[in-house]
Every structure is written in C-alpha cells, then in structure tokens.
C-alpha cells in the first residue's frame, strides 16, 4: 500500500480577497498582519523541515477576542486557519498545506497561519489547589522559569521546552520525558478557553479536577491538532517539585532488555521519572553533532537512560537498584554537570538528526512488551523498503513510544513509513505516540483506528466545523 499525496511540492497559494485582508488588519492591527513572503518564512516550515506550504498571511492576534474576529472573518472570507503555537510540531500539522485546501467549486483557498505567540498571560499560582492559569502562547519554558520558587512544577517536560508553546501542547496532547509519572498533557488540564470556528468562545475556567458536566471540552480538544477549536488560554494542575535529581545511563544488549530493565527499576524505585532508550549509531551522532564525551570505553547495541527525581538525594537508591539488574555496563550521574551531558546523549537526537538530512520521523506506541521484536523487525521492514537507509530509534521507552527516524529516502518517498507503520498495526500499537497525525499520517488513521471511531470523529468536526475553517487536511485529508 503507498500513498504518495501526503507530501507534495506544490505551493499554490491563494491570496487573500481585499475584504479579508482588511478585516484582519482591522482585527489585530495592520502591523501584525505580516504578508511578505521574508516574513512568513519562518511560519511556513515545521521543525521536521518535511512539511511546507504558502500562507496568504500570518495573523498575530494579541488576545482572545482578537484571535476569535480572526476566525471569524476566515470563516466568512472562505480562508482556512492554520492554528500555530512555537511550530515545533514534526507532522505537517502547524504549517500551511502544501496543496492547498479547495473550495467548493475546486478553487484552492487562502491559508492564513493564526500564530498565538502574543497570547503569555502568566497567571498568579494557585497555591492552595496547585494550579495556573497561562495564555496559549506562553512557552513551556517560560512557564517552568514562572514557576521556580513558587513550589510547584509542569508535570509535563520535553526537549522542545524553550519553543513549544502550552497551546500547542494541548492541541497534540504532547507527552515528553515525564509521562510515566505524572500522565500526559490531556491529564494535566483542569480547564480551558477556545475560540470555535463560528468564532464563539467556549469557557471552562477556572474548571475543576473532578467535573462530570457531560462531554469533557477539554479532553476532546487535547490532541484535536486544531480541527476543532483555537485554545486561547488553559489551566493546568501542576506537580509538586522532585528536587534532587539522579541520572543513569544503562549500557544493553537490545530494546527488549531496555523495557524489561525499565519495569523493574519502575518497580524498585518510587522515585523513578524517566526511562528513555536509544541506540548506538544515535549516541554516534549527537557526540559528533554536538561534542562531548562517549560514556562508555566500548561501544554497546543500546543505551537505557532513567531519572530519579525525590525531595533527598536519590542517588544511593538509584545505584542499589541499577546493580540488581544486568546491565552490561552503566554510570550514575548526581551532580548537575553530569546529569546534564548524560540528558544531552538523548535530546541532542532531534538536532543531530536534522543536522545529517532531512528525516523520515515515525513516532509509534508498541505494547510495551512487544517492543524487543519491534525493534528488530522494524529495522528489517526499513532495510527491504530502501537500500541504504541511516535507522536511529530512540525514545521513551516506558511508555512503549519509540521515535523511528530514517535518514536516506526522499522527503516524499513514503515506502519507509508504509513499511514501518504497517507493522505498527501488526503488532496492535499506535501510529502517532504523541506527535500528532498532522497531514503526514492521514492516510493511515482509518487503518489504526477502524471505520466506526472515523465515522464518530468525523461527526464531531462536522458538527463543530461544518466549514472545514480549521486546519483542513490535517487528521482527515478530505473534508469530514
Ligand atoms: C523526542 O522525544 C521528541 O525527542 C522528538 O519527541 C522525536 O526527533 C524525534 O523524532
Ligand atoms: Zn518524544
């Protein structure tokens, strides 16, 4: 099975109709209507650098009111709104399509990229129920540098931290590096404000943990990728701090024995926060991209990295339990130095990665258990698709989410990821972890999910969005 409309070089993009472009100037001000071509550059191409299109305009809206007279006049203009927060995103999800949506006499419609960045509102930490209140815009690492000192933490942490914006977390229910402890973004969410595509606003602020109203809006739009509304501002539970922190990184024989350490070091250490997995040629890469120091004097097939976090020093009770289990080799790291450049061998992955090509990235859920068997077969299933492909396979591996990632095979040749999705779904897993389906994956939602939860998904857009004003093409590459 191929499918090789996913990803295409045409860039027709439509301009916006005079009446349009006036109402977005008069919307958010002429100045943060940006059309020049220089402008929008940064805009247009995601972090995956795979997904681009033309955007007739790039929209800054400074508050909520705004963005909602922004989507309403696309709405009405007959624009589609491509909504986008720090545009990390690695699917095609935060960027223009490259071919653009059609109307419905087949003329292609102006893309207008909704850019939420103005939108930082820091709101005061709740200290008694530990929660806040933050504008869409905000960064992750603008909201972990609001919280230090305040005694609370994001349960929520991930390498893009400095870009990716809380919005944009939500849309794509984003995971990161503390799932197997604290659960991901849809579970930290308390309450929500989101303009839907008629422009009306709908607010559940400041939302309560437990809230059995009927259908949970929250919920529903945590991972909806911005097909069903814009969030303008969220509420968050927040975690309390694991102070002192101890890291190690465990030397393997293969993924399998990476997973089975991981459960067992889950079991003999309530303070465990991270287990992430990576392999050899990986490590090669990050030390040659980024510098720094092999950990090991001799090369292994896998490396197992895990976090402690705890109010004491963690570290004993870390070594106590590293030495219960076989590992071929591993170093502890206390101190902060250490545990930086220990940290470093993992998230340096994505940058060193795009540093070497342009990636095939697949970022798959297997049943934990099936993991050892994924990653050999799947290596196999790479190597009959395309003769000479680059394979590093990382991620983190106590959730069963591995990030696949091939270099070699042209930006638009899809036999790679058919091979490796197919066996996803072989091995019952998930075709998207925690990146998103975008318009990098669409073709592949029926064959994951079944033709009764499309039929349901499609009803909720519909109902929603009977324009298709919202990020068309991404989940579904038709309108619903
Ligand atoms: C990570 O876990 C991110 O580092 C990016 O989800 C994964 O580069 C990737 O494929
Ligand atoms: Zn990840």
């Known amino acids: ?66 963005v909602a007279a922004v989507v309403r006049a696309c709405g009405q203009g007959g624009a589609a709104v491509v909504p986008q927060g720090g545009n990390t995103g690695l699917v095609g999800g935060s960027v223009p399509r490259a071919a653009a949506p059609r109307d419905g006499r087949g003329a292609p419609r102006p893309q207008v990229i909704l850019s939420m960045l103005r939108l930082r509102e820091l709101g005061a930490v709740d200290q008694v ?52 402890r604290n659960g991901v973004m849809r579970q930290q969410l308390v309450g929500i404000e989101a303009v839907l595509a008629s422009g009306e606003i709908v607010r559940r602020l400041p939302g309560a943990v437990k809230d059995n109203t009927g259908y949970a809006l929250p919920a529903l739009f945590a991972g909806s990728e911005g097909t069903l509304a814009v969030v303008t501002r969220l509420r968050l539970r927040l975690v309390p701090p694991l102070p002192r922190r101890a ?11 990476a997973a089975t350490f991981a459960a067992e070091l889950r079991r003999r250490l309530a303070c ?12 090669r890469l990050v030390l040659v991209h980024a510098g720094g120091e092999a950990p090991f004097r001799e090369r292994h097939p896998r490396y197992l990295l895990v976090e402690c976090g705890a109010p004491d020093d963690p570290t004993d009770q870390l070594v106590e339990a590293i030495s219960a289990v076989a590992a071929r080799d591993a170093v502890v790291a206390g101190d902060e130095g250490g545990r930086r450049r220990l940290w470093a061998l993992r998230e340096g992955h994505t940058e060193s990665v795009n540093a070497a090509g342009i990636p095939h990235k697949l970022d798959v859920s297997v049943p934990i258990g099936r993991i050892g068997a994924f990653d050999v077969a799947v290596r196999e299933a790479i190597r009959a698709a395309h003769p000479l492909p680059r394979i590093f396979i990382y991620g983190h591996v106590g959730d069963g989410n591995l990030h696949v990632n091939v270099l070699g095979p042209d930006p638009d040749d899809e036999a790679v990821d058919d091979a490796v999705l197919g066996l996803v779904i072989e091995l ?21 999910r079944g033709e009764a939860d499309i039929a349901a998904m499609r009803a909720i857009k519909r109902g929603l969005d009977p324009g298709d004003v919202l990020n068309p093409g991404v989940l579904f590459s038709d309108p619903a």
């Not at 890291?247 to 024995?257: E, H, M, Y």
């Not at 019952?428 to 994951?448: F, Q, Y």
């Open 1 to 66: 099975l191929r499918h090789h409309v996913r990803v295409s070089h045409e860039t027709d993009g439509a301009a916006l109709p005079d009446p349009l472009l006036a109402a977005l100037r008069a919307a958010v001000g002429p100045s943060h209507v940006l059309t020049d071509a220089d402008l929008r550059a940064t805009y247009e191409t995601d972090w995956s650098r795979r997904f681009h299109g033309v955007a007739a305009a790039v929209v800054r809206p400074g508050t909520m009111d705004e």
């Open 428 to 448: 019952g897993g998930a075709v998207s972890a925690e990146h998103g389906i975008g318009v990098a994956k669409t073709a592949w939602l029926v064959r994951d």
């Open 129 to 180: 129920a530990g929660e806040v209140t933050v504008g869409a815009g905000v960064t992750l690492g603008a909201l972990q540098a609001h919280l230090a000192g305040s005694g609370w933490e994001v349960g929520i942490d991930m390498g893009s931290r400095d870009s990716a914006t809380l919005g944009g977390m939500v849309a794509t229910n984003a995971g990161g590096i503390h799932v197997l």
């Open 247 to 257: 890291v190690a990184l465990l030397a393997v024989d293969d993924a399998g024995q």
């Open 272 to 283: 465990l926060t991270a287990a992430e997995l990576f392999d050899d040629d990986g490590m």
